[in-house]
């Protein structure tokens, strides 16, 4: 169920696209489910900006039913009747409560079919259980005879500590044939899927439950305090694995990792590091301090010194990167290069053992092995409507200050004397100078001491 609006995240965006780990929080639900089920066998149920959460998540390969208007989750399931009509059994699941795993979905199901029952439900025995659904039992492990949303329950009610997880299995055949007695005599005139446990019980039709070992598993994300709460949990278990797969990550309560980043054994994250999106580093590589990396392919023994900036960047073994490097798209950085401090890179690639250590703006450009760029050198590769490759063969010296217009080549290892402005290709082997001769007036200035004016 991913089609209701959110309205107590007071955002413009749907609930269910908001992320933790960074990702959302239906694709950390689509993940555990189609963990367990075929994706085509997965039917999200998308209404508020439907389009949007289906564009999110459509590589997955799941289904998609249209809840339109959405009028709660019992709701959702009458919307879905059509899809369920073919399945002896469905899993339910909520869109919003992302740390779900597949192992207690697992767990339901086996429950459930063993029970034979016609609608288990997963539920969770909460310290606080503010803001959830009650179960009502006869007595400890009976049957469910209800679940009593909390604004509707007595205050006896609201001390019972076994919730509603809002993860379901029903035998499909019972919940079709009683959906439609579902009401919405309710403080949001909606229909409540939690409604069907009293309905099927009504039917005589068998209700259980089952506690899940781990509750934080099913807790949801109805506020931003929620949503920040679920983030946090994610990423220190993010760390936490990490670190027992032979990562040492120093004060892991100041790094941000998401959920698919992959960190290879004897690589150090210093504090206060963001390793985002799908990036990847090697071994025995070490991340220093304020650096943010993302989508990034980072091969072993690398070291990226403070405060790093990287985006789909490719950085090969033994690199060193940094301090204040920025790395843009399409940057890819050879083996034992190194790219220094205020350095930017954008759709460029650098060959084995080249340095470029400051101050310098390297943009459409394809450099060799060897090559040398000296401090300030910037390709324009801009003319203020096209962009232009800059080419530097192996073994190039770019003196520093250098400004090579693009599109230019330097041939294999061809000198460019420091604060030449290059507009035209240089040979291989060649020195280019671009700039004005030096000019020097010896005893200038006693000479102009000695007329006591300021004229030249
Ligand atoms: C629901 C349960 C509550 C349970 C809690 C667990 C109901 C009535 N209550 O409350 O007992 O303790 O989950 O987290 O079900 N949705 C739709 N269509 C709708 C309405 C909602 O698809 O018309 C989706 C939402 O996008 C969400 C999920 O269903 O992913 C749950 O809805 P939400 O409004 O968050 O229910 P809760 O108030 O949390
Ligand atoms: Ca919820």
New binding site residues.
Partial sequence: ????KGTRLKSKHP??LHQVGGKPLLAHVIAAGTQVVAPADVYV?I?HEAELVRQAVAQSGVQFVL?EP????G??LMCAASNLAGYDHVIVL????PLISAETIRRLRDFHLQKKAAMTILSAKLDDPTG??RLIRKAEGAEVQA?V?EKSCTPTQRKLRE????FYAFAVKPLLENLQNLKTENPHA?Y???DMAAVLRKAKQRVVATATDNPSEIL?S?TRAELVDLDSKMRREKCARLMAEGVTIFFPETCVIDSDVEVGADTTIEPFVQLVGKTRIGTDCRVRSYSVIQNSEIEDEVLIRTGCILDGARVAQGAVLGPYSHLRPGSDIGEGAHVGNFVETKKVRIGKGSKANHLTYLGDAEIGAGVNIGAGTITCNYDGVHKHMTTIEDGVFVGSDSTLVAPVKLGKGAYVGAASCITEDVPPESLALGRSKQIVKEGWVKQKRARGTTEG
């Fill in positions: 169920m991913a089609a209701g609930k269910v149920i209404g809840q959405q009028r709660g989750t709701h959702a909520s869109g919003d409560a959830y659904g679940v949303e919730i509603n997880s809002g909606e409540y899927l939690t949801g109805n």
